[in-house]
């Protein structure tokens, strides 16, 4: 897709953090943009911070498929179109080792995380097709799961991994079907980022809520993460949101299948870690990085 002018872009996750950057930079585009978000207060902050006018916005519970058929819904009886699909909602788990973790650990991730890229093209998808305009799906991984895992975060490196696996199947599937639609991994990257991500407990159902509470060092919010970085010795570069939403935009005009900053870096990590596993070893190290 290289003209996005009057073309209709969803986001998921889009009221706060990468998913409202996105949203910006879509409606700098002259796109028409529909935000979904289950937190609806955010929801409606974030689109008076657009602007209104061609940003809306959806209460959306992605983990829920009737509540992400019900967006499509919407969105196709507004727009009569969706050019450009964001499955970008996501949420974590603490830092647990695996026989800690709970299973309401996995049943809140991986619903959101897998459940919500799963429902949000089994949604748009088939109207996307039948439209027979060009479009592309964007997913959001993470370089934590989809390249090197980090074994403290278990659950959510394992949802991820599962992203960026449902974005290779589906992208082969939408061009061997001879469709106009292609997909893409979106790798958020270039630093750490300042994202919700690190206070997704806030939006946990209770009904999914651990029985054993987790101690602060397996929760922490981003400035605090830093700063225990920083006693670590470690001086961690922090990304700019609408810098990497102007990247995203840019992997979508070239046309890429993987979106990332400083992409070709992946390969050393990929190669060191197919090498261990062709020795027959575990490519993951445990580090502590005295932060916990």
Not at 210 to 227: H, I, M, N, P, Y
Request: charged fraction near 20%; include cysteine.
């Amino acid at each position: 897709m290289k003209d996005f002018q009057g073309r209709v872009a969803v986001v998921t996750g889009g009221a706060s953090g990468i998913g409202l950057a996105l949203a910006r930079a879509f409606l700098g585009e002259g796109m028409k943009v529909v935000i979904a978000d289950v937190e609806e207060p955010a929801l409606k902050t974030a689109v008076e911070e657009l602007g209104g006018g061609e940003a809306s916005g959806v209460v959306t519970d992605v983990s829920d498929p009737r509540s992400v058929e019900a967006l499509a819904e919407q969105v196709f009886a507004t727009h009569g179109a969706c050019h450009l699909l964001c499955n970008n909602a996501g949420v974590a788990a603490p830092n647990l080792d695996l026989w800690e973790t709970e299973p309401s650990d996995f049943q809140w991730v991986h619903g959101v995380n897998v459940g919500g890229v799963a429902h949000g093209v089994q949604s748009f998808v088939p109207r996307m097709i039948e439209s027979g305009e060009e479009g592309v799906v964007v997913n959001t991984s993470s370089g934590d799961g989809g390249i090197s895992p980090l074994a403290q975060q278990v659950v959510y490196a394992s949802s991820k991994a599962a992203v960026s696996i449902m974005t290779e199947c589906l992208h082969a599937q939408l061009v061997g079907r001879g469709t106009k639609l292609r997909a893409a991994i979106f790798y958020p990257s270039g630093g750490m980022l300042r994202t919700g991500i690190w206070t997704t407990k806030r939006n946990r159902p209770p009904e999914l809520a651990r029985k054993v509470e987790v101690d602060a060092g397996q929760e922490t919010t981003f400035d605090d993460f830093l700063e225990g970085a920083k006693k670590a010795g470690f001086d961690l570069p922090v990304q700019d949101l609408d810098e990497l939403a102007q990247f995203l935009l840019e992997g979508i005009r070239n046309e890429d299948f993987v979106i990332m900053i400083d992409r070709a870096s992946m390969a050393g990590t990929l190669n060191d870690r197919a090498a261990k596993l062709a020795a027959g070893e575990c490519p993951i190290v445990l580090q502590h990085m005295g932060l916990s």
